[in-house]
T-cell receptor, first 114, second 112 residues
Framework: DQQVKQNSPSLSVQEGRISILNCDYTNSMFDYFLWYKKYPAEGPTFLISISSIKDKNEDGRFTVFLNKSAKHLSLHIVPSQPGDSAVYFCAASDPQGGSEKLVFGKGTKLTVNP | DAGVTQSPTHLIKTRGQHVTLRCSPISGHKSVSWYQQVLGQGPQFIFQYYEKEERGRGNFPDRFSARQFPNYSSELNVNALLLGDSALYLC???????????FGPGTRLTVL
């Protein structure tokens, strides 16, 4: 069962506009959420995170919003730049069992057109 | 500062063989986690080690094992390789007790 879902496999936006990437989750025990960016032939790069006790976290051009009641989070990139083109993964931290297990979605490929 | 390093970068094996993948965490990080990523999917959790103790194990068969050394580096071992083990194997490190994990570039394993 897919506990973290990214329902849009791809997204295309124009340079300078806003990119909005969405993520839904099913497990209410998840206590921390993260976004990673991945270029081909590289490992995922940490972007931004948010604790389950908050509803917004901002870092430069990146903002993550969390709606716990809807079990939904989103990543906003403003303004989008061609260098942002990559696959974006949503991940959730599962505290059960005492590990730091991250549960990932399947990713959304973002293309920012000049 | 050096990030997470993994070796080798690429590896080709045949079915039934075994493989050892290595990971060195970021300096000061005591936790190492291993993930498997197959094409079109997100990374899937295999193991986490903290201070040389196994903290968690994902839904992988016993053919997969790992260990962590006193210098916090780690090895992932896979025995009796199957075609389905072909994937990118990612190592991530963290301070332990913090949620942000930092990933290495991965080892691309191909099983023929």
């Amino acid at each position: 069962d897919q506990q973290v879902k990214q329902n849009s496999p791809s997204l295309s936006v124009q340079e300078g506009r806003i990119s909005i990437l969405n993520c839904d989750y099913t497990n209410s025990m998840f206590d921390y959420f993260l976004w990673y960016k991945k270029y081909p032939a590289e490992g995922p790069t940490f972007l931004i995170s948010i604790s389950s006790i908050k509803d917004k976290n901002e870092d430069g051009r990146f903002t993550v919003f969390l709606n716990k009641s809807a079990k939904h989070l989103s990543l906003h990139i403003v303004p989008s730049q061609p260098g942002d083109s990559a696959v974006y993964f949503c991940a959730a931290s599962d505290p059960q069992g005492g590990s730091e297990k991250l549960v990932f979605g399947k990713g959304t490929k973002l293309t920012v057109n000049p | 500062d050096a990030g997470v390093t993994q070796s080798p970068t690429h590896l080709i094996k045949t079915r039934g063989q075994h493989v050892t993948l290595r990971c060195s965490p970021i300096s000061g990080h005591k936790s190492v986690s291993w993930y498997q990523q197959v094409l079109g999917q997100g990374p899937q959790f295999i193991f986490q080690y903290y201070e040389k103790e196994e903290r968690g194990r994902g839904n992988f068969p016993d053919r997969f094992s790992a260990r962590q050394f006193p210098n916090y580096s780690s090895e992932l071992n896979v025995n009796a390789l199957l075609l389905g083990d072909s994937a990118l194997y990612l190592c991530a490190s963290s301070f332990g007790g913090y949620n942000e994990q930092f990933f290495g570039p991965g080892t691309r394993l191909t099983v023929l």
